[in-house]
């Protein structure tokens, strides 16, 4: 709402002196001091959503909807409404000028709103289809309160919302209690309402047409593009329709500044309440920034403000977290607009705050749904390729060496051709999730696709602990499953590359373990194997004397061996050390230096 205060000039055509204006109904009168009384715009929340309406349009290409209907019976209201619309009014020009780049708008010298006429309810609703059948709908609807001839303005609205469901509607009231029960019984809570409390002046028809103009585009470029990302993922679309619900209709707020360094509040909205804020005691507040700003943002802020002094600056746009009344925090949108006299000098700064709290929540779950498996829960093929190369590039700096483990299932295909593809999918639920707990918080586990599963064992401090954990996951999955009454036994093929300092790239990694992969395959399955025959057998060669260690104690292999100390010049013994020896039944005497550092890895 853009309303000018005593002592400076009016936008409207009776500058300087107040008059009744002449193109309002007999019945709406002027307030009680004889000054024009702001006009009061309240949203209701919506809970109407838009949907994507065909694939290969492009909402980057298409122009700026400024149709905008008039329904109202009284002649005069047209012609005037036609008046403020139809043609920039001299004092908007240099405003309208500014807004353009910000808001896609065109100039309103060279553009204006295109406006049509119904006087009643049945009119409007002919209006409404003819244009959505020529594809030229209309954005928004000023609706007269209290139409004297045929459906009454409710009735309109919901005749109108049956054929069109995006229109938008500004109801324009002579009454200052606006019946909110009624409208919420009739209507439900919807913010495609405004409710605008009369007498207007010129400026706040404009700016109403403006803003829900610009509403109406921003919202259909939204959904526009949340089509395309549905196409992207169209494997979890299921998962992702909940997520793609990206509600753009939130309460916007209006706030005007005045153009100097310290930027004094002005005015507000009313819809500030609906954040816990009182309009009045932020107009009074000298530090009103700090109510609104969160104090991380404020530096942030304070520079896109700064900004707006600069002669050249034509918009600002920045995200910021906003102050609840109760201590809360919503992700906004806020925008600046200049208004500079005709030698550039800044007069005022107009301000938008959009609610994006929910299209943040929604972005956030679709890029989290974008590197999970829908069937499994685990990472997915992007989130497993993310992982392994942030993990080389950690290793090459110096970090914990990590392994990739390539896991696959033995025989999966008949389990699915004699049981079915339901109980297919539970196997591999089920795997998922032995997988999930045979490895640590450090380690991923991911499925690629099909039967085809991957482990990144973040801290790994030899090859052997790669194979040993490839020994554990065999094990595990080894077990019977029991699914649908169905009692399922299945094997696993293991591919292992481990980190080795000088490696290449994450890329050679990967193509290595799917080699070791094809190598235990070709090997016969239910076997785990290195990209190489040598580090295959050196760790088979320790994973099986750490399996043979576990119980040698039990069967008495373990054995000490003293070894006395001598005084040389006396010949005297002065004390003993002890030595433990491990007397292996197919390997004879093994040394402490083979076996010891397997017993201190393995816990022994």
């Given amino acids: 709402r853009l309303h000018h205060g005593q002592g400076e000039a009016r936008s409207g055509p009776h500058a300087g002196a107040y008059m009744e204006p002449h193109w309002l109904p007999r019945r709406v009168r002027s307030g009680r001091h004889g000054a024009m009384t702001p006009a009061k715009a309240k949203p209701l929340p919506s809970t109407h959503h838009w949907h994507r309406q065909g ?48 808001f896609g708008e065109v100039p309103a010298g060279r553009a204006a709103f295109q406006i049509d006429c119904a006087y009643q309810g049945r009119d409007a609703l002919e209006r409404v289809v003819r244009a959505l059948e020529e594809d030229k709908p209309y954005a928004m609807a000023f609706v007269d309160t209290h139409m004297l001839h045929g459906w009454d303005c409710l009735q309109t609205i919901e005749r109108l919302w049956q054929v069109d469901p995006k229109l938008q509607f500004a109801l324009c009231s002579p009454h200052s209690d606006t019946p909110w029960g009624t409208l919420a019984r009739r209507l439900g809570a919807d913010d495609r309402l405004l409710i605008l409390k009369m007498p207007l002046n010129n400026i706040e028809v404009r700016q109403t047409a403006s803003v829900l103009t610009t509403k109406w585009q921003m919202t259909k470029e939204a959904a526009f593009k949340t089509g395309d990302l549905e196409e992207l993922v169209e494997e979890r679309i299921n998962a992702l ?4 619900v990206i509600v753009q209709n939130s309460p916007v707020i209006l706030y005007r500044l005045r153009g100097v360094p310290s930027f004094p509040l002005i005015y507000i909205s009313h819809d500030i309440a609906r954040f816990g804020h009182d309009r009045a005691t932020l107009l009074d507040s000298p530090v009103w920034a700090n109510e609104l700003v969160a104090q991380d943002d404020q530096a942030r802020v304070d520079a896109a ?50 609610d994006i709290a929910e299209r943040k929540a929604a972005e956030e779950k679709i890029a989290r749904l974008a590197h999970t498996d829908a069937l499994t829960g685990l990472a997915n093929r992007a989130g ?38 339901p109980v297919g999918d539970l196997l591999l639920r089920e795997v998922a999730e032995r997988l999930g707990n045979c490895v640590q918080e450090s380690d991923l586990v991911a499925r690629l696709g099909g039967d085809a599963f991957a482990v990144v064992q973040g801290e790994m401090i030899e090859p052997a602990d790669a194979g040993a954990l490839a020994a554990k996951l065999q094990a595990a999955l080894a077990a019977p499953y029991l699914l649908d009454g169905n009692d399922v036994r299945i094997s696993v093929s293991i591919g292992i590359r481990a980190y080795v300092q000088g490696d290449s790239g994450a890329d050679a990694m990967l193509m290595q373990t799917d080699l070791a992969l094809h190598r235990a395959k070709h ?11 040598e580090l295959d057998h050196e760790v088979r060669e320790r994973v099986a004397l750490a399996d043979d260690l576990k119980g040698a104690m039990d069967r008495g292999e373990l054995e000490l061996q003293y ?22 039944p197919t390997r004879g005497l093994i040394a402490p230096g083979v076996f010891i550092p397997i017993a201190e890895r393995e816990g022994s």
């Fill in 55 to 102: 694939s290969c349009v492009s909402a980057q290409s298409d122009s700026v909807n400024r149709r905008v209907l008039v329904i109202n019976d009284n002649v005069a209201a047209h012609q005037n409404f036609r008046k403020i619309l139809a043609r920039p009014l001299d004092g908007e020009t240099a405003l309208a000028a500014t807004r353009a780049p910000l």
């Fill in 241 to 244: 329709a909940e997520a793609n």
């Fill in 305 to 354: 403000l700064a900004r707006i002094l600069d002669k050249d600056t034509e918009g600002v746009s920045i995200e910021f977290r906003l102050r609840t009344g109760d201590g809360a925090y919503r992700c906004v949108e806020n925008r600046y607009v200049p208004v500079r006299d005709k030698d550039g000098r800044l007069i005022e700064v107009e301000g938008i705050i959009i």
């Fill in 384 to 421: 497993f390729l993310a992982r392994v190369r942030h993990a080389f590039a950690a290793a090459r700096h110096g970090t914990m060496p990590f392994a990739i483990l390539f896991v696959a299932l033995d025989r999966f295909r008949p389990v699915n051709d004699r049981l079915g593809y």
């Fill in 523 to 533: 090997h016969g399955g239910n076997r785990y194997r290195f990209h190489s025959d």
């Fill in 563 to 584: 070894q006395p100390e001598v005084e040389l010049s006396s010949g005297n013994i002065l004390g003993m050390e002890g030595l433990v020896r491990w007397h292996h």
